[in-house]
């Protein structure tokens, strides 16, 4: 159930980050700063976010195209920018290596992974040409602007969007809170990827809300920013173990099939080696260094205090609430 304040609060929301990837697309397509595709998959994922949440506002047929494009674009933008931060990183280390032999090593990941961008720049290609030419984008925007154009001029906050609000954060502090068991293992890599999952989630979902708490989530979303960062700096470590192993394997082949011996591969082990030991002990490092923050926080009952200011509008205003938080043992 919606009402005139949380559509027209949607609309505007939906407005500015469509807006936003749209500004995007031409960099996105020249491909020379990598950091336009970084905006533009943003953008597409606080769209993912928040158009669950005010899509009783929008006739159903128009929010499904929609919805539909913009998962497609962030699809296609996630494989090209993890390969941009990948060559940024090998980049980032080859400029500081502490021997020249690791060098020759190194440089070849950068190769392969440029090779792979390339490829992945023709799939974003693509989908920059269905989102533009299919007409979806600019029904939505046209849809925003029909609300807000019929919206009274300054609409109340009403108890209808402090309960959604409410409702939304609880629901994804829930769904991050259920990985908690898992945190004592550092070995659970599929566990700690969801958590990292489900962090953005929570994020995401509280910056939609954050304005109508005026400064009140402010710590907390620190704190998520904080842990999502984490996450994903310790996934970013497993992906590189599991890259990294079969990479070694399918260069050495390369080089002998075209070498007719494994000799021109044992220059490119040591970097190899070299970068692949220093991703264990950052991510050893990182998995440390989140569980001491994550005990700390737990402490200030972090989250409690999270559910206990979402849900203290809608007490006031009146609305039934129930008890959302869960917490693993």
């Known amino acids: 159930m919606s009402d ?34 970084h905006r533009m998959r943003v953008a597409s ?21 929609f919805s539909a494009q913009i998962r497609q674009i962030t699809r296609s933008l996630g494989a090209a920018r993890d390969t941009d931060v990948q060559i940024d990183k090998l980049k980032q280390t080859l400029s500081s290596l502490p021997e020249k032999r690791y060098a ?10 440029s090779q792979r961008r390339a490829k992945l720049q023709t799939k974003v290609n693509r989908a920059l040409e269905r989102l533009t030419e299919s007409g979806t984008v600019d029904e939505m925007l046209s849809a925003f602007e029909t609300i807000l154009s019929s919206a009274t001029e300054e609409p109340p906050i009403s108890a209808l969007f402090y309960r959604r609000s409410y409702e939304a954060v609880s629901r994804c502090l829930n769904a991050f809170l259920s990985y908690e068991t898992h945190l004592l293992d550092p070995l659970r890599v599929e566990e700690l990827h969801a958590m990292r999952i489900a962090a953005k989630h929570l994020r995401y979902t509280m910056e939609i809300f954050a304005p109508s708490y005026p ?12 842990t999502q960062e984490a996450l994903g700096l310790i996934h970013d470590c497993d992906v590189w173990e599991m890259f990294l192993t079969e ?14 011996k494994s000799a021109p591969f044992n220059l490119l082990l040591p970097g190899l080696e070299y970068f692949r030991t220093a991703r264990l002990e950052e991510r050893k490092l990182a998995y440390e260094s989140f569980l001491q923050d994550w005990k700390s926080w737990k402490k200030q009952n972090v989250w409690e205090n999270l559910l206990f200011t979402v849900q203290k ?8 609430i129930y008890p959302s938080i869960s917490h693993s043992p």
């Not at 469509?18 to 950091?35: C, H, N």
């Not at 400064?215 to 904080?226: S, V």
């Not at 509008?313 to 039934?320: H, K």
């Open 45 to 65: 994922r606080r769209l993912r976010a928040a158009l669950p949440l005010f899509r009783d506002c929008f006739p159903e047929k128009k929010w499904s195209a």
């Open 215 to 226: 400064d009140e989530l402010k710590i907390p979303l620190q704190i998520i920013r904080k």
């Open 313 to 320: 509008p809608v007490s006031f205003l009146g609305q039934p």
């Open 104 to 113: 020759p090593g190194i440089r070849r990941l950068i190769l392969r992974l």
């Open 4 to 37: 005139e304040y949380t559509c027209s609060y949607g609309s505007k929301l939906l407005r500015k980050h469509t807006l936003a990837l749209l500004q995007e697309v031409e960099g996105v397509r020249l491909a020379e700063d990598i950091e336009c595709i």
């Open 247 to 260: 990479f070694i394997e399918d260069e050495r082949k390369r080089v002998i099939a075209f070498y007719g």
